[in-house]
């Protein structure tokens, strides 16, 4: 989960920046969503894969490494990208896998330039999502995918309270139910939209993170978030105010989750 323009912040404190420091970027559904997403796009080892809002290179390391295909991974935040060249090189992937700064809603590729271009959790956090989408289907081929992992309200009319609290923890801009995203994609131009719905399941996010990570990685982490809560007072009055109440948690298990969109097929010329 990583923005692709305005990064977000908090009284001076980046979220961002912080999980870059972390060596951590997340998205619902961690890596199953991840295996699931590129089953729907067809990923397979002749493919030109772009990966938008790669944050520290998870994802695109996995698919590079399970299919062998060629990935690019972009983000529009340098740490992340420093983070996920040092990824790639550890696990040995850098002919297969590269990694650049670059803007969703400016992407820096010619036209018809990828098979497949995926987004996880990236969308929810640009101001301008339309455009970002535009910019997918520019630069994939006529019969190629665009495949998102975005979050998702699974019921309509989510409180405001919710809403406030996403906002403020994790910088979201905007979050759309399915038929949203899916109408989305189609202004976008896209003629057929496949979509998968999912809760969240909020213990089992946490564990899936927690698993990706090793021992080493983890101590680090938490170290990091200590240090930072020290010593940096505007973490401090983020991080104080981070801890959901009851009635938020159960809001946040009735309303959010996540969704996989694959458009495929012919586009249209919108």
Not at 141 to 148: D, R
Not at 156 to 175: A, M, V
Not at 214 to 219: E, F
Request: net charge positive.
């Amino acid at each position: 989960m990583c923005p692709m323009t305005k990064v977000s912040t908090y009284n001076g404190f980046s979220y961002f920046k912080f999980q870059s420091e972390l060596g951590i970027t997340n998205h619902l559904g961690g890596l199953q969503a991840t295996r699931r997403l590129a089953e729907l796009c067809n990923i397979s080892p002749s493919k030109k894969i772009l990966n938008v809002g790669c944050g520290v290179g998870s994802s695109s390391c996995y698919i590079a490494d399970k299919y062998g295909c060629e990935v690019m991974g972009v983000d529009i935040y340098k740490p992340m990208i420093e983070k996920a060249i040092e990824k790639t090189k550890k696990r040995k992937l850098s002919h297969i896998a590269k990694f650049q700064v670059a803007d969703a809603t400016n992407l820096p590729f010619p036209n018809n330039a990828f098979d497949i271009v995926i987004s996880e959790s990236v969308n929810s956090f640009i101001e301008d999502n339309k455009r970002a989408i535009y910019e997918y289907k520019r630069v994939c081929k006529p019969n190629g995918y665009v495949g998102l992992n975005e979050v998702t309200w699974n019921k309509p009319n989510p409180p405001h309270e919710l809403q406030n609290y996403l906002s403020y923890s994790t910088g979201i801009k905007r979050i759309l139910t399915c038929s949203g995203w899916t109408k989305l994609l189609k202004e976008c131009g896209f003629k057929e939209v496949e979509s998968e719905c999912y809760h969240l399941n909020i213990l089992w996010q946490w564990l899936e993170e927690v698993r990706t990570l090793s021992v080493k990685d983890l101590s680090k982490a938490w170290l990091k978030f200590f240090n930072f809560y020290l010593r940096d007072k505007n973490f401090k009055n983020y991080a104080s105010k981070l801890y959901p109440s009851p009635k938020t948690i159960i809001n946040i298990i009735k309303y959010f989750g996540y969704c996989l969109y694959a458009s495929s097929g012919e586009q249209t010329s919108s």
